[in-house]
């Protein structure tokens, strides 16, 4: 699939994504970057990116993980999240990496790193898991 066409089903599943402007990078089976870009609607009090937002960000990032192995055809959920913050992203740009580490079965876990965009440095390490609704395609 290409990158537009991922980043379609994203908006249309998550329409806040798409509100605040996620943008797909690159994406491949298991593997998803994302951008959130820089915007006053996703701040908190000093002028970082808001921890709902990056909580969101991740999330969508995941599933573009799993969207990109299965042509599009992903309606897994997510069961559970973890998420440790380890310094302030700032105002943004912020960049979310995605990777499923297993997922041959019906639950998936994953990893996300989110940096700020002119930094390799994480900010912010995130586990989660997901559970598959339907059979893998």
Not at 22 to 41: F, T
Not at 104 to 112: D, K, L, N, Y
């Amino acid at each position: 699939m290409k990158l537009a066409e991922i980043e379609a089903i994203l908006h249309t599943g998550v329409p806040l994504g798409a509100e605040w402007g996620v943008r797909l990078l690159e994406a491949s089976p298991g593997y998803a970057r994302l951008e959130l870009p820089s915007s006053p609607r996703v701040l908190r009090p000093g002028n970082t990116v808001s921890g709902p937002a990056i909580m969101g960000l991740a999330d969508i990032a995941m599933w573009a993980a799993l969207l990109a192995g299965t042509e599009g055809r992903d309606e897994s959920l997510t069961t559970t999240m973890n998420v440790n913050f380890l310094r302030a992203c700032g105002p943004g740009p912020i960049i979310a990496t995605a990777r499923v580490i297993k997922g041959g079965g019906r639950t998936i876990f994953g990893e996300v790193l989110i940096t700020r965009a002119d930094s390799d440095e994480v900010a912010v390490h995130i586990t989660t898991n997901w559970v598959r609704t339907k059979p893998k395609p």
